[in-house]
C-alpha cells in the first residue's frame, strides 16, 4: 500500500489538461478525490465532483464540505484552476486582466481559505499550487500573467512559515510549458505545432506525486522544470 492510499484531495481546474492528469495520478495512487471546475466534471473517477467557480468563494467551500461528507476527511489541496492571456500590456482587455487576477491569484486564496481549517483540524496536510516558471522569472508579453503567478507564489511561500509547524506542507509546482488548451491559447498565436516538444500533463502529474510521496520530516518548497525544447533564461 502506497502511502497515498485512503488520503482525501481537493483539485480545482480538474475538468482537463494538468488538473485532470493530475487527478488520475491520484486516483492510481489510491487517493479519494474531490475535483471541481466550472464544468463539473468527474472524469469517470470514483469522485466527488461539482462545479466550482474558484472565483466563488461559497463554490469552494461547497466542494470542499461535500468532499469531507462523502469521505470524511481531507489531507491535500491542489490549486491548479488558470487562466492566461498574453500580448502587450496595453492590448489586454480589462476582462482578461481581472480574470486572470480573479482565477489565479484570488482563487488560489479562497481554495486555501476553504480547505486549511479542515487540514489545520488533522494537523497534517499538503497545500500545492499549480503555479509556473512565470510565477518566478519575469517574461516579456506575460506582464499580468507574470503578476498573477508572482502573487499565487508569494502567497504560498508565506503560508510556507506560517504552517510548518502546524504540520502544513506548502508545495510550489512550477512547470514551463505543458501541452494543454492552455497553451494554445489563442492569444498566442500558437497552433498545435506548438505543444511538440512541451511537457505533458502526466509529467506535471508525476512530479505532484513525488512532492507528496516524500516522507513528513521534509517537504518540497517550490519545484521548477522545464521541456529539453525551452532554453532555462525564464
Ligand atoms: P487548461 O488545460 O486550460 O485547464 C484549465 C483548468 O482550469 C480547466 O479544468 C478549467 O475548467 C479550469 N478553470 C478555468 N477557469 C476556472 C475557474 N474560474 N474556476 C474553476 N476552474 C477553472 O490549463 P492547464 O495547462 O491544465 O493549466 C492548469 C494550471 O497550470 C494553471 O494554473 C496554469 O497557469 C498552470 N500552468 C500551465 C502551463 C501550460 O503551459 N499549460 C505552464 C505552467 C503552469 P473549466 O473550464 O471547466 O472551469
Known amino acids: 500500500m502506497g502511502v497515498l492510499e485512503g488520503k482525501v484531495a481537493v483539485i480545482t481546474?480538474?475538468?482537463?489538461?494538468?488538473?485532470?492528469?493530475?487527478?488520475?495520478?491520484l486516483d492510481a495512487e489510491g487517493v479519494k478525490l474531490g475535483l471541481g471546475s466550472r464544468s463539473g466534471g468527474d472524469l469517470g473517477l470514483n469522485a466527488v465532483a461539482r462545479r466550482c467557480d474558484v472565483r466563488k468563494r461559497e463554490d469552494l467551500d461547497r466542494l470542499v464540505a461535500d468532499t469531507i461528507d462523502t469521505f470524511g476527511r481531507l489531507d491535500i489541496l491542489v490549486a491548479n484552476a488558470g487562466v492566461g492571456a498574453y500580448g502587450p500590456f496595453l492590448e489586454l482587455t480589462?476582462?482578461?486582466v481581472q480574470e486572470m487576477i480573479d482565477v489565479n491569484l484570488m482563487g488560489t486564496i479562497h481554495s486555501v481559505r476553504a480547505a486549511l481549517p479542515q487540514l489545520l483540524e488533522r494537523g497534517e496536510g499538503d497545500i500545492l499550487a499549480i503555479a509556473s516558471v512565470a510565477g518566478l522569472r519575469a517574461f516579456p508579453h506575460e506582464s499580468v500573467y507574470n503578476a498573477s503567478k508572482f502573487g499565487q507564489v508569494g502567497f504560498i511561500r508565506s503560508l510556507d512559515h506560517e504552517l510548518r509547524e502546524q504540520g502544513i506542507r506548502c508545495t510550489c509546482i512550477c512547470p514551463g510549458g505543458v501541452a494543454t488548451d492552455f497553451a494554445l491559447d489563442d492569444d498566442r498565436g500558437r497552433s498545435e505545432d506548438v505543444l511538440t516538444?512541451?511537457?505533458t500533463p502526466e509529467e506535471v502529474a508525476d512530479v505532484v506525486?513525488?512532492?507528496l510521496t516524500r516522507p513528513r520530516g521534509m517537504r518540497i518548497l517550490t519545484t521548477s522544470f522545464r521541456?529539453?525544447?525551452?532554453?532555462?533564461w525564464g
Open 13 to 25: 481546474g480538474a475538468s482537463r489538461g494538468i488538473g485532470a492528469a493530475v487527478a488520475r495520478a
Open 94 to 96: 480589462e476582462a482578461h
Open 197 to 199: 516538444g512541451m511537457l
Open 209 to 211: 506525486v513525488f512532492a
Open 227 to 232: 521541456p529539453m525544447t525551452e532554453d532555462s
